[in-house]
Each structure stands twice: as structure tokens, then as C-alpha cells.
């Protein structure tokens, strides 16, 4: 069955064959011709996600889904959150996005933090949601090359090693979109 997946991430793509690639094939929208950013103006993760699923579903008809990701850090009520791709500038720059968090956060001792997923399907234009969270801490100077985006200062609860540092099989089996695309595939084999 194909299943199209609104990325452009290959991180991300990865992450998502490595968990319901075996069952299902995902695409991507450009491998669909669809080339355009779609927006991700909306005011929460869910909201969000759900727009671009709901938005490639329109185009091709073809099961969807979406995800929305954001990290949420106690000590600044939640920010970036859904915010975090653009948290230093539009120009979506993780080390400048890190830096910014870093200077935020300078003298804080709270460091808790977590990632939250929200993953959107639809089918048949229902939509269904799946959630994912991980908790850690943010640490002050980033380490490893692992990943993408904020994972060089995110360090997992009970772990010593930031995501950056683990590899990606390790990430998938801790991660919040891991946990959220678990659930989605679930949800699928559910429907076979
Ligand atoms: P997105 O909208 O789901 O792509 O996520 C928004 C932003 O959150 C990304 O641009 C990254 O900066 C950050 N982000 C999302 N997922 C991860 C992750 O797994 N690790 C680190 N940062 C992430």
C-alpha cells in the first residue's frame, strides 16, 4: 500500500521507513510531482499537522500524514514549541536556532525539556492523530553528528549521550516521532 509521507526531511523519511517501511511504501510528495512548501502557520502542532495532511490529501486523494514536532522547554513556558524551526530566524538554521535556546536559557538551572510529535493521518478524508513525547534536558554546548535540528543539546532522560550522539536505530527506539510513528503504523497494520 502506498502511504504519503508530507516531508521533504530525509532525516525524518528515514526515520519513518525504518519504522513502517517494511508494510507500507511511503512517498514523498515531490516523488508525486508536488513540489511546493506547504505551510505550517497554524498556532499548535496538531493544528499543524493536520493542515498538511489534509493539504496533499487534497492534491492526490492518496492516504496521508503529517507530522508537527516541537520542543518544549519548562524553563520559557513551553517555547519554542511549535515554533521551532524558525525560533532564531525564517531561515530555519538549527546551530542558530541551538545558540539562541543556549543564551535563553544561560544561568537557568531548569533545563527539563521534551519533544512532542504529532503525527496526522487521513484517509478517506478522516483524520487520526498520534502522539509521541521524549523527555530530557538541555545542555549548554552541543555534542555529536548525529540527527538534525536541536538534538546536539538534547539530552534524553537516564541517557549520558545528547541525541546527536546516538545513532539513528538508538534515536528511533527512544525518539517522539518514533513513538508517534509506532503508533501510526499500529493503527495501519490495524487496517489491513
Ligand atoms: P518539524 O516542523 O516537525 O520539522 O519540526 C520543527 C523543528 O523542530 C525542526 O526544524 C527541528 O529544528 C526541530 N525538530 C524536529 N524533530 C526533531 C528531532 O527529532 N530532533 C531535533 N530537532 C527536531
Known amino acids: ?3 504519503i509521507f508530507a516531508t521533504s526531511n530525509l ?4 526515520e519513518a521507513k525504518a519504522i513502517i517501511g517494511d508494510l507500507f511504501s511511503l512517498i514523498t510528495p515531490r516523488e508525486l510531482g508536488i513540489y511546493e512548501d506547504i505551510p505550517e502557520d497554524e498556532d499548535t502542532l496538531q493544528e499543524n499537522a493536520i493542515f498538511k495532511a489534509r493539504y496533499l490529501w487534497e492534491r492526490c486523494g492518496k492516504v496521508c500524514f503529517a507530522d508537527d514536532t516541537g520542543l518544549e522547554v519548562d524553563a520559557l513556558g ?3 514549541g511549535v515554533r521551532s524551526a524558525r525560533y532564531a530566524s525564517d531561515e530555519c538554521d538549527s ?3 541551538m545558540q539562541k535556546l543556549i543564551k535563553e536559557l ?4 531548569n533545563r527539563k525539556a521534551r519533544f512532542r510529535t504529532i503525527v496526522a493521518l487521513v484517509i478517506d478524508d478522516k483524520v487520526s492523530l498520534f ?3 521524549l523527555k530530557g534536558s538541555i545542555i549548554n554546548s552541543p555534542s555529536g553528528s548525529e540527527g538534525f535540528g536541536y538534538d546536539p ?3 534524553p532522560e537516564g541517557y549520558t549521550k545528547t541525541l546527536a550522539e546516538l545513532t539513528s536505530h538508538e534515536k528511533n527506539l527512544i525518539s517522539h516521532r518514533g513513538i508517534a510513528m509506532r503508533k501510526l503504523s499500529d493503527f495501519l497494520k490495524s487496517m489491513l
Open 1 to 3: 500500500m502506498d502511504i
Open 131 to 133: 502522539e509521541g513525547q
Open 106 to 109: 544561560n544561568g537557568i538551572s
Open 153 to 155: 543539546i538534547f539530552l
Open 11 to 14: 532525516h525524518k523519511l528515514n
Open 95 to 97: 546551530r542558530r536556532n
Open 78 to 80: 513551553g517555547a519554542p
